[in-house]
Structure formats: structure tokens, C-alpha cells
């Protein structure tokens, strides 16, 4: 049984960063090679929107709202996917999810808040 185990979250100035983990438990390393995984997040009141995804050849895809400023990786060995997250502004004040791709497969997410 896949389960997904966020953390890094905080509270964090406008222009600072963060480095969101996913620890993934469950599959042995060769399958997780295969896991697509997404991060997600959901701002109060809004509804759960997508971040970032990432293939098992390390390939990703980011959302227009984040392009330039978050960075999604993958350590195979470590069975962990990553969110960097640079010149963080207000509106990236959310709940962050990761989520094996595909599938209903969630972490209980991270809180992460932009604050003076």
C-alpha cells in the first residue's frame, strides 16, 4: 500500500523560500522509479489546484502561476519527491499536497504561509 507523507511547510516572508518533501512508503525502489507524482495545494476557500508534476525519467511539468520560481525533483533511491519553492509571494499561501499521478492516492498536506 502506497502512502504519501508531506513535510516543510512554514511560515515564510514574501521573496523567501521552501523546500517541500514527499516521503513516499509502501512500494520498493524499482517500482517507484515508475510513480508519476503531482504536487497540488489548496488556498483557503479555492479549490485544490495543480503545481507540479514529474516522470520517472525526471522529466516535469510546472504550472504557469509558479514557472520560474518552483522546482519539482525526485530521489529514487531516497523514494522522496521535492518541491522548491523560490520568491514565494501571498497568493502561495495554501496547503500543499503531493499525490501519486493519477490515482487517489494523497498525503495529509503541508501548510505553507507567505506573511510579513
Known amino acids: 500500500q502506497v502512502q504519501l507523507a508531506e513535510s516543510g511547510g512554514g511560515l515564510v516572508q514574501p521573496g523567501g523560500s521552501l523546500r517541500l518533501s514527499c516521503k513516499v512508503s509502501g512500494p520498493s525502489s524499482d517500482e517507484f522509479d515508475t510513480f508519476l507524482m503531482d504536487w497540488y495545494r489548496q488556498a483557503p476557500g479555492k479549490q485544490r489546484e495543480f503545481v507540479a508534476t514529474?516522470?520517472?525519467?525526471?522529466?516535469?511539468h510546472v504550472a504557469d502561476s509558479v514557472k520560474g520560481r518552483f522546482t519539482i525533483s525526485r530521489d529514487n533511491a531516497k523514494k522522496m519527491i521535492y518541491l522548491q519553492m523560490n520568491n514565494l509571494k501571498f497568493e502561495d499561501t495554501a496547503v500543499y499536497y503531493c499525490?501519486?499521478?493519477?490515482?487517489?492516492?494523497w498525503g495529509q498536506g503541508t501548510q505553507v504561509t507567505v506573511s510579513p
Open positions: 514529474i516522470i520517472s525519467s525526471g522529466g516535469t
Open positions: 499525490r501519486k499521478a493519477a490515482t487517489h492516492i
